[in-house]
């Protein structure tokens, strides 16, 4: 199975400590969400756990080894971060192309994920020409595009319109059920209750909570008092 | 990897304008040496005009300084890390995948030079040398300055990750400060620098010295740079928080 493992996680850049001593697991067959206010470490602690960022101290492994270790990496795990970026001038179909070349992807592949991100339509247009909205689903076929059995979603609910969201909570449940690990890191309560199993609170780059949601709250109301308890 | 790098290239249009400026440098050269006149009963003139040939690896400086460096500037440096955690495999396909497209540059370059080249001696009158040697090891020096320079641009981009800073480094590096620095360690040592070895391979000699490095070895000089510049970058870029 595999999970993602979170052990003893410490990240210092200069004299600011990103992350400290954070421990918890990402289970599969579950959407885990991971919150905390802007600046709590969530993207930190993703970035290390993908090997854009090196820890300090502790390590991340997916499915039992770290990800700078993994053959193909884009067939054992999908991302989808924030900072990604697209080459403005560059077609849709072809950044997902360049992506599948790089992974040896056959490339069908990138025609069923523009299907199921609904981008076929427009596939043939430029990044530049996307709204915010198109490029978060764009960033979703990227992740999608090597099957794999983990995903890593930062924010992904950003700049997504009302039928955007409900498609992403229908996906991300979606590839759950498939017996997928999924982590959603997200500031936005409103959008977990309805889409996690699982939560983990960081705050101040320190580790506040971590269990399932019936734990802490099914409501909204209930999770962002809880959320509040434990962040402050 | 490098099927990929290869659909960067392809996906996108900016990296053939630039290569495009290639060949019109030459017409434009080799006309203006003419125009200028230059004697085209004169073999060094000839040599002259084909090695505008090796003038052209500016453009592939440029173009490979946009390989690591342009990936910054867009962000896609975080998919292409994704793709391949290990970095120092990036940098190796990029150096195999910059290098080839600008020999392959080079090679339309040297063309281009022969053809004006014969086109202008045709019109007044010169004896086109296509036999003697110096002819072909002017082109093929020309193309593989196009070749090494691409390869100094992509370890350059990979140390100097803002483009417009790497490539205003890089050119006032030629413009300027190499020569400036030229005249301060005395011709003996300056013609191991960057310009002088790619004028050397090149067979340009657009500075007139005579002190110039043997073509072949201009050219593993500048193989000496590009592969220092690609350790430096794999010793600060690729290990550097990709956040």
Same mark, same amino acid.
């Given at each position: 199975m595999a999970e993602i493992e979170v052990r003893g996680l410490t990240k210092v850049f200069g004299r600011v400590t990103a992350v400290r001593d954070v421990s918890f697991t990402a289970h599969a067959g579950m959407v885990t969400g991971l919150l905390g206010p802007n600046g709590s470490g969530k993207t930190t602690t993703l970035r290390i756990a993908l090997g854009l960022v090196r820890a300090?101290?502790?390590?991340?492994?997916? &499915? &039992?080894?770290r990800y700078a270790s993994l053959d193909r990496?884009?067939?054992v795990v999908g991302a989808m971060l924030e900072s990604t970026g697209f080459h403005p001038g560059r077609r849709a179909r072809d950044h997902l192309r360049v992506l599948a070349a790089a992974d040896e992807i056959p490339d069908r592949r990138v025609d069923e994920v523009l299907d199921l991100s609904g981008l076929s339509d427009s596939a043939g247009r430029p990044v530049r020409q996307f709204s915010l909205g198109m490029r978060q689903r764009l960033g979703l076929a990227a992740a999608m595009l090597g099957d794999p059995q983990v995903l890593v979603l930062d924010e992904p609910a950003n700049g997504l319109d009302p039928d955007g969201a409900a498609w992403l909570r229908a996906t991300v449940r979606d590839l759950a059920r498939q017996g997928r690990t999924v982590v959603v890191a997200s500031h936005v309560l409103g959008e977990v209750t309805r889409t996690v199993d699982h939560v983990v609170i960081l705050s101040a780059g320190e580790l506040r909570f971590a269990g399932p949601l019936s734990e802490?709250?099914?409501?909204?109301?209930?999770?962002?008092?809880?959320f509040r308890k434990v962040t402050t | 990897m490098i099927r990929s790098e290869f659909r960067k290239l392809t996906t996108i249009r900016a990296p053939w304008l630039l290569l495009a400026a290639g060949p019109l440098l030459v017409v434009a050269g080799v006309t203006g040496l003419v125009e200028s006149g230059g004697n085209v009963h004169d073999p060094s003139t000839q040599?002259?005009?084909? #090695?505008?040939? $090796?003038?052209?690896?500016?453009?592939?400086?440029i173009f490979g300084i946009l390989a690591v460096a342009g990936e910054y500037?867009?962000?896609t440096i975080t998919d292409t890390y994704l793709s391949s955690p290990r970095r120092s495999r990036v940098i190796a396909a990029k150096l195999s995948v910059y290098g080839l497209t600008s020999a392959a540059a080079g090679l339309v370059c040297s063309g281009v030079a022969l053809a004006t080249t014969a086109a202008w001696?045709?019109?007044? $009158?010169?004896?086109?040398?296509?036999?003697?040697?110096?002819?072909?090891?002017?082109?093929? $020096?020309?193309? #593989? #300055?196009?070749?090494?320079?691409?390869?100094?641009?992509?370890?350059?981009?990979?140390?100097?990750?803002?483009?417009?800073? #790497?490539?205003?480094?890089?050119?006032?590096w030629f413009a300027l400060i190499e020569g400036i620095v030229g005249q301060l360690v005395g011709s003996g040592l300056a013609r191991w620098l960057p310009f002088y070895a790619g004028e050397a391979l090149g067979r340009s000699n657009l500075s007139a010295t005579a002190r110039l490095l043997p073509q072949w070895g201009g050219g593993l000089m500048l193989l000496a740079y590009a592969a220092a510049f690609a350790a430096a970058a794999g010793f600060t870029t690729l290990r550097r928080d990709v956040t």
């Amino acid at each position: 199975m595999a999970e993602i493992e979170v052990r003893g996680l410490t990240k210092v850049f200069g004299r600011v400590t990103a992350v400290r001593d954070v421990s918890f697991t990402a289970h599969a067959g579950m959407v885990t969400g991971l919150l905390g206010p802007n600046g709590s470490g969530k993207t930190t602690t993703l970035r290390i756990a993908l090997g854009l960022v090196r820890a300090t101290a502790g390590e991340v492994l997916i &499915g &039992g080894v770290r990800y700078a270790s993994l053959d193909r990496p884009r067939r054992v795990v999908g991302a989808m971060l924030e900072s990604t970026g697209f080459h403005p001038g560059r077609r849709a179909r072809d950044h997902l192309r360049v992506l599948a070349a790089a992974d040896e992807i056959p490339d069908r592949r990138v025609d069923e994920v523009l299907d199921l991100s609904g981008l076929s339509d427009s596939a043939g247009r430029p990044v530049r020409q996307f709204s915010l909205g198109m490029r978060q689903r764009l960033g979703l076929a990227a992740a999608m595009l090597g099957d794999p059995q983990v995903l890593v979603l930062d924010e992904p609910a950003n700049g997504l319109d009302p039928d955007g969201a409900a498609w992403l909570r229908a996906t991300v449940r979606d590839l759950a059920r498939q017996g997928r690990t999924v982590v959603v890191a997200s500031h936005v309560l409103g959008e977990v209750t309805r889409t996690v199993d699982h939560v983990v609170i960081l705050s101040a780059g320190e580790l506040r909570f971590a269990g399932p949601l019936s734990e802490i709250g099914q409501t909204n109301d209930a999770l962002e008092s809880a959320f509040r308890k434990v962040t402050t | 990897m490098i099927r990929s790098e290869f659909r960067k290239l392809t996906t996108i249009r900016a990296p053939w304008l630039l290569l495009a400026a290639g060949p019109l440098l030459v017409v434009a050269g080799v006309t203006g040496l003419v125009e200028s006149g230059g004697n085209v009963h004169d073999p060094s003139t000839q040599r002259t005009a084909l #090695a505008h040939t $090796g003038l052209a690896a500016i453009f592939t400086l440029i173009f490979g300084i946009l390989a690591v460096a342009g990936e910054y500037r867009h962000s896609t440096i975080t998919d292409t890390y994704l793709s391949s955690p290990r970095r120092s495999r990036v940098i190796a396909a990029k150096l195999s995948v910059y290098g080839l497209t600008s020999a392959a540059a080079g090679l339309v370059c040297s063309g281009v030079a022969l053809a004006t080249t014969a086109a202008w001696w045709a019109e007044r $009158g010169g004896q086109l040398h296509l036999s003697a040697a110096d002819t072909w090891l002017t082109l093929a $020096g020309g193309v #593989a #300055a196009n070749c090494a320079f691409a390869a100094i641009g992509v370890g350059v981009g990979a140390l100097i990750r803002n483009p417009a800073a #790497a490539i205003a480094t890089a050119l006032a590096w030629f413009a300027l400060i190499e020569g400036i620095v030229g005249q301060l360690v005395g011709s003996g040592l300056a013609r191991w620098l960057p310009f002088y070895a790619g004028e050397a391979l090149g067979r340009s000699n657009l500075s007139a010295t005579a002190r110039l490095l043997p073509q072949w070895g201009g050219g593993l000089m500048l193989l000496a740079y590009a592969a220092a510049f690609a350790a430096a970058a794999g010793f600060t870029t690729l290990r550097r928080d990709v956040t």
